[in-house]
């Protein structure tokens, strides 16, 4: 697993991890951007049809920047749309300041989840026959 996707560290977070508060407004916003992603239709073409799962988001200590991790059920080519992710940017914190109850709302980063790439290939390993094979051995 890389050190920006979902199980690594991020950068600013103290060595025992986010504070409640961090994780609160985290999962909240995590919460509003599914909702949106749910239910609008995107004026981006490269958006036009797409269904996007934010599976987490990962803030700042001071609350001013949000690393979301977004992917596609079933797709591995999340990656290839987080330039237009970036264009809506605007809409998308216009839309958590109506639904947030902050000071400010953070920038919004976007990184594609590859967690469940990542398990699905592992899982895809441990059916090898190979590796059954071994894991019998051990028994």
Do not use: W
Not at 19 to 32: D, G, H, K, T, Y
């Amino acid at each position: 697993m890389s050190e920006n996707g979902p199980a690594g560290k991020l950068a600013g977070h103290s060595a025992s991890g986010p504070s409640q508060r961090q994780l609160r407004v985290a999962e909240e916003v995590r919460r509003v951007l599914a909702e949106i992603f749910a239910r609008t239709e995107f004026r981006d073409p490269d958006l036009a049809d797409v269904r996007i799962t934010v599976t987490e988001v990962r803030i700042s200590p001071d609350l001013k920047h949000a690393t979301v991790f977004v992917a596609r059920l079933g797709r591995s080519d999340v990656a290839e749309l987080l330039p237009a992710l970036k264009r809506v940017t605007p809409f998308l914190r216009t839309r958590l300041s109506h639904a947030l109850r902050l000071r400010g709302v953070p920038d919004l980063h976007f990184q594609p989840d590859t967690a469940l790439d990542y398990a699905m290939e592992v899982d895809t390993m441990l059916r090898q026959p190979e590796v059954q094979r071994d894991l019998k051995d051990e028994d």
